[in-house]
């Protein structure tokens, strides 16, 4: 079993910045991981934002997110982060970090169904 557990959601205005953290507490070791941030506003589906593969060599984003969020990791301190710059409204939603346990080292996964272990959510409100 792979727990995360994300911080780092708030109220933020347009054009400001956020960096949500998900942290995989316990004797897992995150480097086993592929991991993903995906989100899910009020009345839609939960959509992919970013993914990245066990090393970091490798990321994707989604069009919406491309030049203003960055996906990264730090397996020494067990924990993904996703950096969310010139934040817009259309961004608000409670935002959910994914893992999956693969042993695949450079492979990367986008949707819902590949991944096993899920955070609780973190909100993200930009306000115009």
């Known amino acids: 079993q792979v727990q995360l557990v994300e911080s780092g959601g708030g109220l933020v205005q347009a054009g400001g910045s956020l960096r949500l953290s998900c942290e995989v507490p316990g004797r897992t070791s995150i480097s086993l991981v592929a991991m993903g941030w995906f989100r899910q506003a009020p009345g839609k589906g939960r959509e992919s934002v970013a993914a990245?593969?066990?090393?970091?060599?490798?990321?994707y984003y989604a069009d919406s997110v491309k030049g203003r969020f960055t996906i990264s990791r730090d397996n020494a301190k067990n924990t993904v982060y996703l950096q969310m710059n010139s934040l817009k409204p259309e961004d608000t939603a409670v935002y959910y970090c994914?893992?999956?346990?693969?042993?695949?080292?450079?492979?990367?996964?986008?949707?819902?169904?590949?991944?096993?272990?899920w955070g609780q959510g973190t909100q993200v409100t930009v306000s115009s």
């Open positions: 990245i593969s066990r090393t970091g060599r490798t990321t």
């Open positions: 994914a893992g999956r346990l693969d042993g695949r080292v450079a492979s990367i996964f986008r949707s819902v169904e590949e991944y096993n272990y």
